[in-house]
């Protein structure tokens, strides 16, 4: 059901890949809110993904951009306000990809080009998009950018390698860019960190499947979904949020507030009773 939450709201959607996607489901719920929207990927991913059906779908353009490119994200920007007659409203960066996590490189043995990648893809991106978006003055006053992070940022989850790294300069951008651009031109900047989602990048962390089941035992409320995750993104780009801004939003059905729940604390009783005590 519709709530006309971002009707003639022009946005850009970085990172639709296919139907796991949560930058997808943004995409699906932008349009249902009335939003007009550009879609934009890596070419390589252009050519590994389905965005043409999405592009169907939602009635929207395409456009191929690296995110890592200066260039590549001036063109971008240019094109979609072209394509939608204006300055834009919105800007999702659903962008995130460890090419040490791809290769199975464990933490204590990482290669450094691919640190340097991952940095560069996962990170720095955002901070290229907004200072491009800036200069050109690409977002209308209140607008808003939302990247999506994970609470690795903060904390050591085994297995999440140098996207921990990644995604806590990713916040840090957010803040010290949304200060700037929010004193400069009153445009909102702010990250919401997810819980585990069976996206294409999500289910390349080893030890995945153990992850999501941990924390949706964790979590008051569960696992948040990537609809769900999308219903959010839409309030930070709807007028309902003008004055949030240099924010990481939990989203996570409450995990990021516990220490132990009961559910977990039985399953590691369980657990302890099948162990003899000189295998503890």
């Not at 003639?8 to 007009?36: C, M, Q």
């Not at 200060?179 to 995945?208: D, W």
């Not at 004055?243 to 220490?259: A, I, R």
Request: charged share 20%; proline share 2%.
């Amino acid at each position: 059901m519709s709530h006309h939450l971002l009707d003639g709201k022009r946005g850009l959607i970085f990172g639709a890949l296919n139907d796991k996607s949560i930058a997808w489901k943004v995409a699906e719920r932008a349009h249902e809110e009335g939003a007009k929207f550009v879609l934009t990927n890596a070419p390589f991913a252009l050519r590994l993904g389905e965005m043409d059906q999405l592009a169907a779908k939602t009635g929207s353009e395409i456009i191929a951009a690296d995110a890592t490119s200066v260039e590549d994200l001036t063109v971008a920007l240019e094109r979609s306000q072209e394509i939608l007659g204006g300055k834009l409203d919105f800007i999702l960066h659903s962008i995130g990809m460890s090419p040490n996590v791809r290769k199975k490189h464990s933490y204590d043995n990482l290669d450094y080009r691919y640190f340097q990648q991952t940095l560069d893809i996962s990170a720095l991106s955002l901070h290229k998009l907004l200072q491009v978006a800036k200069k050109m003055d690409a977002i209308n006053e209140y607008g808003s950018v939302v990247a999506l992070s994970y609470i690795a940022a903060q904390r050591t989850f085994y297995g999440y390698n140098d996207m921990a790294e990644a995604k806590s300069l990713l916040e840090s951008i957010v803040r010290s860019f949304g200060y700037i651009y929010g004193r400069s031109k009153k445009v909102r900047v702010n990250s919401v960190s997810q819980s585990p989602t069976f996206t294409t990048a999500g289910g390349g962390v080893r030890g995945f499947d153990g992850l999501f089941d941990y924390s949706n035992r964790m979590s008051p409320l569960g696992n948040a979904s990537a609809e769900e995750c999308a219903d959010y993104c839409l309030t930070l780009f709807s007028d309902l949020t003008r004055k949030v801004t240099m924010q990481n939003l939990f989203h996570d059905g409450g995990f990021s507030s516990m220490g132990m729940s009961e559910r977990v604390m039985g399953f590691y009783n369980k657990c302890l009773d099948n162990i003899l005590p000189e295998e503890w």
